[in-house]
């Protein structure tokens, strides 16, 4: 069966995380429960930073991409590993704040932002704001002026690349609504109209590819696409900027079928790529940052469950019913993500039949991982889905007015709740 990093079978055969057995996680806070192991999102962490350290002498900066999973705690963690986090809404960047990150460190995302966001980001002085559009160019123009301050920004280009991920995730391609179009001139002129406005510092360009890319050659045509526009606006407008944020994408296996790669081979491959066409195009080695989200947590979650039920349709499919579903993992519902999944309390035994892992909301839809190899399984059983750190927590919703689950982190094989459970006074909490 795959394990992901730190997720092993303990000598009872039961799942553990970060060397903690999963079931006595269920009896301790209860299911559906999200697992987080602290010590491989900080080796993770480290891993991008020294992936920066050791391919690419100009320097730069992580910016853990906090959408994939964004809680307090995760940008204290962040904070305390030294790196940056890039937020996409107001809510990330209040939390962020509030977590007591450094503003300096973190980079504002987000398409078609409202002011009332810029306003937040401007006024705490978050150290760059990604500009999506022209319209936002102007919004952001009148928050500061209006604030008496400068913004350090970047510009996002569409850079026009095919990652051959699933769609839902791509975001590079031409037809995209993220970002200022290269090809239409778009993408200059904003360049130009952020170099006139007196209350915008335009220090670099964002882009950012797709998601789950497991190919060099996608990290390889974004460096040649962005150099090159920076060399052109050199070229037309003298100026030489001199950071560039090539964002997140990094691919990570979900299930054996997946290729493993380390980490370090997406720096590598950019590094590679940037020395290469930084020397074709005569352009100086931008600063460089990169936003691994995914890449970061993925491995580091197990959400569990408890099976409530089988259902066993003859010639047809075998349902395992559990008590949770695309209220806290709509990513199958969304895009038919793998996960691998096993019985937690017989993760050491070989999977015996093919199952459709079914969640409990009113949607025949609401399923978490069909035809899936599964060891057998009853009522109360304990249900382990592995690969859930990222984009879980962060997609959750209140559908059928489930409430959220808990997060429990693992940490040196002591645990912590990072995020407490809902109850069903909280769903009440807002209802007048
Ligand atoms: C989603 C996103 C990321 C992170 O992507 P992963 O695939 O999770 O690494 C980074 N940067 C931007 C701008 C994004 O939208």
Not at 208 to 228: G, I, K
């Amino acid at each position: 069966m795959f394990l992901p990093m730190g997720v092993s079978v303990n000598t009872q055969g039961h799942l553990a995380v970060g060397g903690v057995d999963t079931l006595q996680l269920a009896r301790q806070y209860g299911t559906p429960l999200y697992v987080m192991n602290e010590d491989v999102i900080r080796s993770m962490l480290r891993e991008f930073k020294r992936s920066i350290d050791e391919n690419y002498e100009n320097g730069g900066m992580v910016a853990f991409a906090s959408k994939a999973c964004g809680f307090s705690q995760m940008f204290r963690i962040a904070a305390e590993e030294g790196c940056g986090v890039d937020v996409s809404s107001g809510g990330e960047l209040y939390t962020a704040l509030k977590a007591g990150f450094p503003a300096e460190r973190i980079v504002m995302h987000g398409s078609c932002k409202t002011e009332e966001e810029l306003e937040l980001a401007v006024e705490n002085g978050v150290g760059r704001i990604v500009v999506n559009d022209a319209y936002e160019l102007r919004r952001l123009t009148r928050v500061a002026q209006r604030l008496g301050k400068t913004a350090d920004i970047y510009l996002r280009v569409t850079p026009g690349i095919d990652a051959h991920t699933h769609s839902a995730v791509m975001t590079g391609q031409i037809d995209s609504k993220f970002g200022f179009t290269l090809e239409n001139g778009d993408a200059m002129q904003a360049v130009k109209d952020a170099l006139a406005e007196p209350v915008l510092s335009l220090k670099g360009l964002h882009c950012h590819v797709a998601s789950q890319v497991f190919d060099e050659q996608p990290f390889r045509d974004a460096a040649r696409v962005m150099l090159t526009f920076l060399r052109d606006i050199r070229t037309e407008t003298g100026v030489t900027l001199g950071e560039l944020d090539v964002g997140g994408g990094f691919g990570v296996p979900y299930t054996a079928a997946d290729e493993a790669k380390p980490c370090t081979e997406y720096m590598k491959w950019t590094a590679d790529a940037m020395h290469d066409y930084a020397a074709t195009l005569d352009f100086p080695l931008p600063r460089i940052l990169i936003e691994p989200g995914r890449a970061v947590v993925a491995h580091a979650g197990v959400t569990l469950y408890t099976v409530g039920g089988i259902k066993d349709i003859p010639n047809v499919r075998k349902y395992v019913c559990i008590n949770g579903g695309m209220c806290d993992n709509p990513r199958y519902a969304l895009y038919e993500a793998d996960y691998t999944v096993c019985v937690a309390d017989r993760a050491g035994e070989e999977p015996c039949e093919r199952v459709t892992v079914a969640g409990r909301c009113c949607e025949s839809g609401d399923l978490i991982q069909e035809n899936t190899p599964l060891q057998p399984c009853d009522e109360g059983d304990t249900l382990a889905v592995l690969c859930t750190g990222a984009y879980n927590y962060s997609m959750s919703s209140h559908y059928n007015r489930y409430p959220k689950p808990p997060v429990v982190m693992v940490r040196d094989g002591e645990t912590y709740v990072a995020v407490k459970g809902e109850t069903y006074a909280d769903l009440l909490s807002h209802d007048c």
